[in-house]
């Protein structure tokens, strides 16, 4: 109660309060369904056709299947990484320069971290989405194996936050919406060649097997590829301590410079 | 507007200060806001009246200075606290431009905690009250300019604020709209809802503002209740005129006098001491108004309001 005798009304909980922010993306996204889900899901469907159609039959077998088989977990790790990728990049750079949707909601009774929350968690449901998807897919002309497929769901959201903490760093610094072609082309299709998604990273030489290794989606296609064949083993564990770093390092910088970028 | 000396401001602002970097844009302001008033910024761009707004909603962090809005800091713990009880509508339009209209309203509904029966009734009277009910499936880039800015005012409503703030919300609208919006605000006040507005139009402020302060340059030049001030810095009326069609020994004659560009506005109390001038082509373009903010504006910056 304030000393004009006015009482302030109680805004809502936090929880509810990043809901709602959560609830707007996921409104705006269902609006146009078809057009934001088609696309991007058919892109690693087609890769997929091409080279398991096109170069499968060169290969022979890897890791004790065929070479489609090794493809298909890497399939849903990339639609996660794009998924992730371009909404906080292109996604939020226009929400943020042009919409000025931040703005509304700042205006409102929702913090600054609330807002952030509820836009990371998004892009990770999306992510988790995204990969249900695909794994139905490829499942569905039986490329997997195992039911423990079905953790490829909780890994996209890994994946996509992961992913949304890049691309919002980025967009921190980003004045100019082409500069993203920077990195899309410096970061991101690196990440889709050197990750093992299409060739198992033995086959590397020591010192860029090393390298691909600090990417981080050389360990979300790891732990696809583990999750698709069945195999559940400890050594997983260092894949998802590998992620859970990336988070943990990130996010208070992104918080920090994201929030310097929005909030002047 | 009669006021209990008693009355708590609902805002109060000490030596408010905002710096960008090595730039000042508001530099020391003091002003109190009571309950029920419609409190005015009047200023020209860049005066600092955007960047005062923001303080008050804690958008912007503040760099130096006091401030309490419902007696409490609005940077800090409390400002999630405070901004449930304002509402804003921003110089630009920033809606959600892939929804409805009433989708837009929800979804800012949800960000006040609104759900289920109270959020459509509240959507609903909402609607009506901006005369949006027959656009409520319309997508915003289905709608004019006014009904934009109608919308956006509305969305600001929704969580009942008891106090709105609006940054310039009749700029490039037209008369119609202009006088739509000043309506629904006047129903505002009328309904004890506290406003502060900022605008660079001195016929709105006049119009709708129990209060103003003057500002330029982030500096309040002067505050009080808009025919007050008039009255106590200038004469009754002004006489514009250009110019060229002046006689020149115009400047010799015993007038107060104040010129932006190429036009001269004489003071005077009475209509009779404008008599002294001659015209040349009969003063066919001089025109005699009452003297207004913007007189007072000139007089105070030597500048015009909306250049």
Known sequence: MSRDGLVLPEPQAWPMRIFAVWRRHQRVYFKFLVANVIPPFLEPLMLLLALGLGLAGYIGSIGGGTYTIFLAPGMIAI?????????????????MEYEKIHDAILASPTSFLEMFMGEVIWVCCKCSIFSLGVLLVVASF???????ALLAVPTGFLCGMVFALMGLLVTSQVREINNFNFYMTGIITPMFFFSGVMFPLDSLPGFLKYACLCLPLTHVVELMRSFCAGILEVGLLWHLLVLMGYCAGLWPVVVTLLRRRIVV | ???????????????????????????????????????????????????TMRMLYDFSPRTAGELAVFGLDPAGKNSVRVRQGIGVVPQSDNLDLELTVRENLEVYAGYYGLSGQRLRQRVESLLEFMSLGEKADATIKQLSGGMKRRLTIVRALIGEPRLVVLDEPTTGLDPHARHQIWKALRELTARGVTIVLTTHYMEEAQRLCDRLVIMDQGKILQQGIPEDMIREHLPRLVLETGLEDLDDDWRKKDLRFEYYGDQVFFLADREEDFSCLSFRDGGKKKIIRPSSLEDLFLKLTGRVLDE
Request: with cysteine.
């Open chain 1, 142 to 148: 039986g490329l997997i194996p195992s039911w423990w």
């Open chain 2, 1 to 51: 507007m009669i006021r209990a000396s008693s009355t708590e401001p609902i805002i109060r602002a000490r030596g408010l200060t905002k710096y960008f970097g090595p730039v000042r844009a508001v530099d020391h302001i003091d002003f109190e806001i009571y309950p029920g008033e419609c409190f005015g910024m009047l200023g020209p761009n860049g005066a600092g009246k955007t960047s």
């Open chain 1, 79 to 95: 639609s996660a990484m794009y998924s992730a990728t371009y909404e906080t990049t292109y996604g939020t750079f226009i929400r």
